[in-house]
C-alpha cells in the first residue's frame, strides 16, 4: 500500500509561483505513474500533469503546458509540481495520485482525472491553490 502527503498550497496573485510536492510511503516500488490531478469548484477532475517514475518522461495538460514543469526525486519517493505564472482558473484542490497501471502516458493521466478512484491507486489528502486577478 502506498501513502501520499502533499503540501506547497498557498494563495498567490496572478503571475505569481508556487511548488508543491508530494512524497510517497509504503510500497512505492509498485509506483509506475505519479502525477498531479485538480479540481475547482463546481467543475470536473482534470489531469494536470504526470511523470514516468521509472524514466522520467512526462505529460502535461495543454491548460499548463509551458507554466508547469512536473519533477521528481527518486531518493526522496517525492514528486515536485513547480507552477509559474499562474492563472486565477489554476485555483482548484491539486491531489497527487500514484499508480502501478501500465500502458501509455496521456491514457494513464486521462484515466486517473475521469474515472473512479479504485483501490489499486493512492491519493493525497489535496492542497489548495488559489490565484486571485
Known amino acids: 500500500h502506498v501513502q501520499l502527503v502533499e503540501s506547497g498550497g498557498g494563495s498567490v496573485q496572478a503571475g505569481g509561483s508556487l511548488r508543491l510536492s508530494c512524497s510517497a510511503s509504503?510500497?512505492?516500488?509498485?509506483?509506475?505513474?505519479m502525477g498531479w490531478i485538480r479540481q475547482a469548484p463546481g467543475k470536473e477532475r482534470e489531469e494536470v500533469a504526470l511523470i514516468y517514475t521509472s524514466g522520467g518522461v512526462t505529460y502535461y495538460a495543454d491548460s499548463v503546458k509551458g507554466r508547469f514543469t512536473i519533477s521528481q526525486d527518486n531518493a526522496k519517493n517525492t514528486v515536485y509540481l513547480q507552477m509559474n505564472s499562474l492563472k486565477p482558473e489554476d485555483t482548484a484542490m491539486y491531489y497527487c495520485a500514484a499508480t502501478p497501471t501500465t500502458g501509455e502516458l496521456k491514457a494513464v493521466a486521462l484515466m486517473l482525472a475521469r474515472q473512479p478512484r479504485n483501490s489499486a491507486d493512492a491519493w493525497g489528502q489535496g492542497t489548495l491553490v488559489t490565484v486571485s486577478s
Open positions: 509504503g510500497s512505492t516500488y509498485s509506483i509506475n505513474y
